[in-house]
Nanobody
Framework: VQLVESGGGLVQAGGSLRLSCAAA????????GDWYRQAPGKQRELVARIATDGITNYGDSVKGRFTISIDNAKNAMDLQMNSIKPEDTAVYYCRTEGLLRASYGNLFRRNYWGQGTQVTVSS
């Protein structure tokens, strides 16, 4: 299943962006997942996580500024980024979990990664 990430771009420090990670196939229903980011020369780090029960967790560097959510109408997982800082510059990747409906009707739990979207913050 392909995931389509959108919303990245260039933003000034203090501004906001909203990233979205949408499933391209209606046979896959997103109900949990994570956002990661990787800055040049650094390891990939967990930014935010949302569980199937809606409980969220955030990396210390983004707590109080970023919000992860699932939009069931769009079948997407979003990341609202507020009060953005230059150190938030990175490629952001989504990893979604959910139920995949097979052609014969059975459901399987799967997870898929997005292709990444660049966020660049100017100071």
């Amino acid at each position: 299943v392909q995931l389509v990430e959108s919303g990245g771009g260039l933003v000034q420090a203090g501004g906001s962006l909203r990233l979205s990670c949408a499933a391209a196939a209606s046979t896959f229903s997103i109900d949990a997942g994570d956002w990661y980011r990787q800055a040049p020369g650094k390891q990939r780090e967990l930014v935010a996580r949302i569980a199937t029960d809606g409980i969220t967790n955030y990396g210390d560097s983004v707590k109080g500024r970023f919000t992860i959510s699932i939009d069931n109408a769009k079948n997407a997982m979003d990341l609202q980024m507020n009060s953005i800082k230059p150190e938030d510059t990175a490629v952001y990747y989504c990893r979604t979990e959910g139920l995949l409906r097979a052609s014969y009707g059975n459901l399987f739990r799967r997870n898929y990664w997005g292709q990444g979207t660049q966020v660049t913050v100017s100071s």
